[in-house]
């Protein structure tokens, strides 16, 4: 069964900075495009970052310039790097796996950025 896995979350005061991990297991990683979602509290979930096969990005646009999502193939990661964060990017921060029609989620990780 394809499991994901995200880490890294936690509580961090505005302006302050976060990476994000996801690592898949019982999956071929490199064929999958990857992405980030998150869904903040009342909210619908929304697309924050996507990464195809080949490592080509799009960000949503409340997002540009601040976060990067990366890969690393070996290791069956996708990354979040989250900087200049602000008390908006409150949320749960899921990762996806999507390959020929087939989406996988992880369970999320809670990111809070409050003072």
């Known amino acids: 069964q394809v499991q994901l896995v995200e880490s890294g979350g936690g509580l961090v005061q505005p302006g302050g900075s976060l990476r994000l991990s996801c690592v898949a297991s019982?999956?071929?990683?490199?064929?999958?495009?990857m992405a980030w979602y998150r869904q903040a509290p009342g909210k619908q979930r929304e697309l924050v970052a996507t990464?195809?096969?080949?490592?080509?990005?799009n960000y949503a646009d409340s997002v540009k310039g601040r976060f990067t999502i990366s890969r690393d193939n070996a290791k069956n990661t996708v990354y979040l790097q989250m900087n200049s964060l602000k008390p908006e990017d409150t949320a749960v921060y899921y990762c996806?796996?999507?390959?020929?029609?087939?989406?996988?989620w992880g369970k999320g990780t809670l990111v809070t950025v409050s003072s």
């Open positions: 990464i195809s096969q080949g490592s080509s990005t």
């Open positions: 019982r999956i071929t990683f490199s064929i999958y495009a």
């Open positions: 996806k796996a999507q390959y020929n029609g087939m989406d996988y």
